[in-house]
């Protein structure tokens, strides 16, 4: 991916900027960005309550966000009153050209946020038994081995890339999204098997 793109009416930017990529490989500012995204704009000090970081903390944590346009500054209030949102961008990283500094901070962004999305699955498989049976049997893990070749991986990726981002407009619209939704995480990977040695 080159630039920009849209998928499913979704923006997708290609990002260069290796200080981008570490803006967000951090675990306080994943929650961070969290919270305003399952529970809509909030102060520094409100989100401090429910990251267990101080109200100053959080505030240095938003302001780095920003400079990379994953917050921006919600209407109403000011000074330490003032609300913050999140902003729903899809983007990228990790092309054959990249330099040596993006790829590493492509990795380090990259295994924070699959920690992140593997804390999520324990935690769903740790409490599913107390959910509703209509969301416990909606709930899914599926897992396979395929023989492909590196032109049908490809394929497969364009094809489940769409699929996935399908209800991504809910995530910065709440009245798109219909009664009884749920947040839900969706994370798919599709990986060669490394060679072995015969």
Do not use: K
């Not at 890339?161 to 991504?168: E, F, H, I, K």
């Not at 798109?176 to 994370?187: D, E, I």
């Amino acid at each position: 991916m080159t630039g920009v793109q849209r998928v499913n009416d979704l923006e997708v930017r290609e990002v260069r900027d290796p200080q981008e990529l570490r803006a967000i490989a951090h675990p306080i500012r994943l929650r961070l960005l969290d919270e305003l995204f399952l529970s809509g704009p909030a102060t520094a000090t409100e989100l401090s309550d429910r990251v267990g970081q101080s109200p100053a903390n959080c505030s240095w944590h938003l302001r780095q966000l920003a400079r990379y346009g994953y917050v921006e500054e919600a209407d109403g209030g000011v000074g330490r009153r003032r609300p913050w949102r999140a902003v729903f961008r899809g983007r990228a990283w990790g092309g054959p050209d990249e330099s040596v500094a993006l790829s590493r901070a492509g990795d380090a962004a990259t295994e924070v946020l699959f920690t992140r999305e593997f804390d999520q699955l324990r935690r769903w498989q740790q409490t599913r038994r107390d959910e509703p049976a209509e969301w416990r049997d909606a709930g899914f893990v599926d897992q396979t081995i395929g023989w492909l070749t590196a032109p049908e991986l490809a394929e497969l990726a364009e094809e489940l890339y769409p699929l996935l981002m399908r209800y991504a407009d809910r995530v910065a619209d709440s009245a798109s999204r219909p009664p009884g939704a749920r947040p839900v995480r969706f994370v798919a990977w599709g990986v060669p098997v490394p060679p072995t040695d015969s």
